[in-house]
């Protein structure tokens, strides 16, 4: 029973396009939100996160959005660039799971210059 | 300030054999949670210690255990390996309950 879904496995985006990264939950008991980027033979490195009382934070060329009644969230980058390719993990927390975070499978991105 | 580190970055194990993995957290962090990430899966927590007791666990059996050391370094323990315990083992380093974790490269680890 997969509780964080993220259903595309790849992605392909032309250089300086924008690039979107879907991720779907099941548990409403989720309260936070976050994005991580691997890089072969590296550990995840934390990209951004979402609190479930906000829809929208944004950091530089990064934007996520949250919609809690479709239980969607989404990571957009604008521009995309070379070295955003990488596998996107969305992963999830419930409010008292002691930092235990729920992970999608990964999409891998792909920017092609 | 030196970052999450991991020992060994590759191990190869026979099964039935037992395995220990070593993490030093980021410095500043009290808390180190541990994952198993198989091959084309997302990571799946193994447990989290804080101030060295087991904080939380994850859907593992008993063979997984680990444990923290009062510099907050920790080691993850398996027993009687199996094939399918195959994977990436990631340890990530926090402070306190900040969810915001930081994750180390990984240890690979090949039961044959």
């Known amino acids: 029973d997969q509780q964080v879904k993220q259903n595309s496995p790849s992605l392909s985006v032309q250089e300086g396009r924008i690039s979107i990264l879907n991720c779907d939950y099941t548990?409403?008991?989720?309260?936070?939100f976050l994005w991580y980027k691997k890089y072969p033979a590296e550990g995840p490195t934390f990209l951004i996160s979402?609190?479930?009382?906000?829809d929208k934070n944004e950091d530089g060329r990064f934007t996520v959005f949250l919609n809690k009644s479709a239980k969607h969230l989404s990571l957009h980058i604008v521009p995309s660039q070379p070295g955003d390719s990488a596998v996107y993990f969305c992963?999830?927390?419930?409010?008292?799971?002691?930092?235990?975070?729920?992970f999608g499978k990964g999409t891998k991105l792909s920017v092609k210059p | 300030e030196t970052g999450v580190t991991q020992s060994p970055t590759h191990l190869i194990k026979t099964r039935g054999q037992q395995v220990t993995l070593r993490c030093s957290s980021q410095?500043?962090?009290?808390?180190v949670s541990w994952y198993q990430q198989a091959l084309g899966q997302g990571p799946q927590f193994i447990f989290q210690?804080?101030?060295?007791?087991?904080?939380g666990r994850g859907n593992f059996p008993p063979r997984f255990s680990g444990l923290q050391f009062p510099n907050y370094s920790s080691e993850l323990n398996v027993n009687a390996l199996e094939l399918d315990d195959s994977a990436l083992y990631l340890c990530?380093?926090?402070?306190?309950?900040?969810?915001?974790?930081?994750f180390g490269q990984g240890t690979r680890l090949t039961v044959v």
């Open positions: 990530a380093s926090s402070f306190g309950s900040r969810l915001q974790a930081f």
């Open positions: 548990n409403s008991m989720f309260d936070y």
């Open positions: 979402i609190s479930s009382i906000k």
């Open positions: 992963a999830a927390s419930a409010r008292g799971s002691q930092g235990n975070l729920i």
């Open positions: 410095s500043g962090h009290n808390t």
């Open positions: 210690y804080y101030r060295e007791e087991e904080n």
